[in-house]
């Protein structure tokens, strides 16, 4: 019944430590990772962004710094200068040797028509007038165009101006590198699987895909989810991965510079932190497992261990009450003993006075009388001894000091378990040195140490068993010794033996309380008591009481 009490308790601490333990470790790495991914991703974002700005500002600057020295040209050159194809030629070596990222240079008139060209390209007798960037300069004054085909059929984008001289107007038209200008694109890409590319507000791309060559070609993206500045979108593409975007606006808001992001790819070392969190919360768990487990069982097993050992020592305080209530009931039963014994005493006498009459002696069975009646004496001397013994023993309880002589103490106590040792054939061998000083001690007191010295010998050598008694003189102590033939006692077991309710005997045939009452009453006497044993040749008690000379009444 027990065990299962104790095997539920084991069950219910564990659930609530781990209950206590689990919940706080769970919820707190679950916070700490959203909280970590939210800062990470946070992070992502402000990096694409930054690259975002960043790269829009160089190609912003690049678009500036051609057009700059386009309009420098323009304003240091006359439209007769540059109509001489070695002047226009020397114009265009020297942009492109401050700048670069020119591909031609061409001067027209008003008309569309090419007056002087510098460039790889044969587009002399070309028209422009019919083309669409051609009015936008006339609109506008200064013009960056859109990725165009135009007669070329290959994608490129100008920067035009319109200069007005005295006498006429006129348009300077230079064709912008586009593997110079998408380069400079290309370096804004993240990672392995980022990109970076610009598309129109109408979200064409106005340069080349890192994967694809799709210039020219309608973007899935809406240009108007971007507002001003550089923002941040997160949105599927066409194969179900999550992308991240970051566009930042050029051109007056006429190009967009889009940079793209796998967010896998960027959250593949959040992927890493969170599966390291796993590896040490599951860690962390089975360590709080094995220990809640341990210290559990443990301190269940230590619990048991106390209540095995309290009910020990409730059976042995039982045990112990039973013994006082049957010391009491010895006393009384000596009483009633000692009247009969009274009786039998005074009525052998009696028989004594007949035998001495003449007609008894002259019976054929005077002798046998007499015989039986000195028996019955004997006997009856012998009761009265013990019952005296007893009444003595039971009386004397109360501490006072009275002059004791210790070999006669040591004779009466012997006599207490002298029948008991003849039934068992145990020997009890007397060494006791004569003429030992009369001492002042309690006598009642004494007999007990020396009675529960003996008990403790005559259990501990069973049947067949030896106990040497000795007493004698050491300077101004007597010690008495009482060694037996027994088991021994373990070393380790030796420092405990007067601790109360210690005992080596089996449950039930031992209290716990002898040696440590004998160890204190000795104490209390001014005395020592000393023990040596060693297991398989026995034990020695030796009490050592101080002399102390009873005053003079």
Same mark, same amino acid.
């Given at each position: 019944?027990?065990?299962?009490?104790?095997?539920?308790?084991?069950?219910?601490?564990?659930?609530?430590?781990?209950?206590?333990?689990?919940?706080?470790?769970?919820?707190?790495?679950?916070?700490?990772?959203?909280?970590?991914?939210?800062?990470?991703?946070?992070?992502?974002? #402000?990096?694409?962004?930054?690259?975002?700005?960043?790269?829009?500002?160089?190609?912003?600057?690049?678009?500036?710094?051609?057009?700059?020295?386009?309009?420098?040209?323009?304003?240091?050159?006359?439209?007769?200068?540059?109509?001489?194809?070695?002047?226009?030629?020397?114009?265009?070596? $020297?942009?492109?040797?401050?700048?670069?990222?020119?591909?031609? *240079?061409?001067?027209?008139?008003?008309?569309?028509? %090419?007056?002087?060209?510098?460039?790889?390209?044969?587009?002399?007798?070309?028209?422009?007038?019919?083309?669409?960037?051609?009015?936008?300069?006339?609109?506008?004054?200064?013009?960056?165009?859109?990725?165009?085909?135009?007669?070329?059929?290959?994608?490129?984008?100008?920067?035009?101006?319109?200069?007005?001289?005295?006498?006429?107007?006129?348009?300077?038209?230079?064709?912008?590198?586009?593997?110079?200008?998408e380069g400079l694109v290309r370096a804004a890409h993240i990672g392995k699987t980022g990109d970076a590319f610009v598309i129109n507000k109408e979200g064409i791309y106005q340069t080349h895909l890192r994967f694809k060559d799709e210039i020219l070609s309608k973007s899935d993206l809406n240009t108007t989810l971007f507002g001003a500045g550089t923002t941040v979108l997160e949105r599927e593409n066409t194969e179900g991965k999550k992308i991240?975007?970051?566009?930042?606006?050029?051109?007056?808001?006429?190009?967009?510079?889009?940079?793209?992001?796998?967010?896998?790819?960027?959250?593949?070392?959040?992927?890493?932190?969170?599966?390291?969190?796993?590896?040490?919360?599951?860690?962390?768990?089975?360590?709080?497992?094995?220990?809640?487990?341990?210290?559990?069982?443990?301190?269940?097993?230590?619990?048991?261990?106390?209540?095995?050992?309290?009910?020990?020592?409730?059976?042995? *305080?039982?045990?112990?009450?039973?013994?006082?209530?049957?010391?009491?009931?010895?006393?009384?039963?000596? %009483? #009633?003993?000692?009247?009969?014994?009274?009786?039998?005493?005074?009525?052998?006498?009696?028989?004594?006075?007949?035998? #001495?009459?003449?007609?008894?002696?002259?019976?054929?069975?005077?002798?046998?009388?007499?015989?039986?009646?000195?028996?019955?004496?004997?006997?009856?001397?012998?009761?009265?001894?013990?019952? %005296?013994?007893?009444?003595?023993?039971?009386?004397?309880?109360?501490? %006072?000091?009275?002059?004791?002589?210790?070999?006669?103490?040591?004779?009466?106590?012997?006599?207490? *378990?002298?029948?008991?040792?003849?039934?068992?054939?145990?020997?009890?061998?007397?060494?006791?040195?004569?003429?030992?000083?009369?001492?002042?001690?309690?006598?009642?007191?004494?007999?007990?140490?020396?009675?529960?010295?003996?008990?403790?010998?005559?259990?501990?050598?069973?049947?067949?068993?030896?106990?040497? *008694?000795?007493?004698?003189?050491?300077?101004? #102590? $007597?010690?008495?010794?009482?060694?037996?033939?027994?088991?021994?006692?373990?070393?380790?077991?030796?420092?405990?033996?007067?601790?109360p309710f210690f005992t080596t005997k089996q449950t039930g045939k031992g209290t716990g309380l002898g040696l440590s009452v004998t160890d204190t009453l000795v104490r209390n006497m001014g005395g020592t008591i000393e023990l040596e044993s060693e297991v398989g040749k026995g034990s020695t008690f030796t009490v050592k009481l101080p002399i102390v000379v009873p005053e003079k009444k």
């Amino acid at each position: 019944m027990k065990r299962r009490i104790y095997a539920n308790l084991q069950r219910k601490i564990i659930l609530i430590t781990l209950l206590v333990s689990f919940i706080p470790l769970i919820s707190l790495s679950v916070v700490i990772y959203y909280q970590f991914a939210q800062v990470f991703r946070n992070k992502i974002e #402000e990096q694409i962004r930054y690259r975002a700005m960043a790269q829009s500002d160089a190609i912003e600057l690049f678009l500036k710094e051609r057009t700059a020295i386009l309009l420098a040209m323009a304003d240091t050159y006359n439209y007769d200068y540059l109509a001489e194809k070695n002047n226009l030629e020397r114009i265009f070596q $020297i942009m492109n040797n401050r700048v670069g990222g020119f591909i031609d *240079l061409g001067l027209i008139d008003s008309t569309g028509r %090419h007056i002087a060209y510098a460039g790889p390209y044969n587009l002399m007798s070309l028209n422009y007038y019919s083309q669409p960037w051609f009015h936008e300069v006339e609109s506008k004054g200064v013009y960056v165009s859109d990725i165009f085909m135009g007669f070329r059929k290959v994608p490129h984008f100008i920067i035009a101006l319109q200069h007005q001289d005295k006498s006429r107007r006129w348009i300077l038209r230079a064709t912008i590198d586009s593997d110079v200008f998408e380069g400079l694109v290309r370096a804004a890409h993240i990672g392995k699987t980022g990109d970076a590319f610009v598309i129109n507000k109408e979200g064409i791309y106005q340069t080349h895909l890192r994967f694809k060559d799709e210039i020219l070609s309608k973007s899935d993206l809406n240009t108007t989810l971007f507002g001003a500045g550089t923002t941040v979108l997160e949105r599927e593409n066409t194969e179900g991965k999550k992308i991240l975007y970051a566009g930042s606006w050029l051109k007056k808001n006429s190009w967009l510079l889009v940079i793209s992001q796998d967010a896998s790819e960027e959250m593949t070392k959040l992927f890493k932190t969170k599966q390291l969190e796993i590896i040490i919360v599951t860690s962390g768990c089975l360590m709080i497992i094995l220990t809640t487990i341990f210290t559990t069982r443990l301190t269940i097993r230590r619990m048991e261990t106390a209540d095995r050992k309290l009910n020990e020592l409730n059976a042995q *305080l039982v045990h112990s009450d039973k013994l006082a209530a049957l010391g009491k009931m010895a006393a009384g039963v000596a %009483h #009633e003993i000692n009247n009969p014994l009274a009786v039998i005493a005074e009525k052998t006498g009696w028989m004594e006075d007949l035998l #001495e009459e003449e007609e008894f002696q002259k019976s054929k069975y005077f002798d046998e009388y007499k015989k039986s009646l000195r028996k019955i004496e004997e006997h009856i001397e012998r009761a009265r001894k013990v019952i %005296h013994g007893m009444l003595g023993f039971a009386r004397r309880m109360e501490p %006072h000091m009275e002059d004791v002589d210790i070999n006669k103490v040591l004779n009466d106590t012997i006599t207490f *378990l002298d029948s008991y040792a003849k039934t068992n054939n145990i020997t009890i061998e007397k060494n006791l040195e004569p003429d030992l000083p009369i001492i002042s001690s309690n006598q009642a007191e004494l007999q007990q140490v020396f009675l529960n010295l003996l008990t403790n010998a005559v259990d501990a050598v069973g049947k067949d068993g030896k106990i040497y *008694l000795n007493s004698r003189r050491i300077d101004s #102590e $007597i010690a008495v010794s009482m060694k037996d033939n027994g088991p021994g006692i373990p070393k380790e077991n030796l420092s405990r033996v007067f601790d109360p309710f210690f005992t080596t005997k089996q449950t039930g045939k031992g209290t716990g309380l002898g040696l440590s009452v004998t160890d204190t009453l000795v104490r209390n006497m001014g005395g020592t008591i000393e023990l040596e044993s060693e297991v398989g040749k026995g034990s020695t008690f030796t009490v050592k009481l101080p002399i102390v000379v009873p005053e003079k009444k």
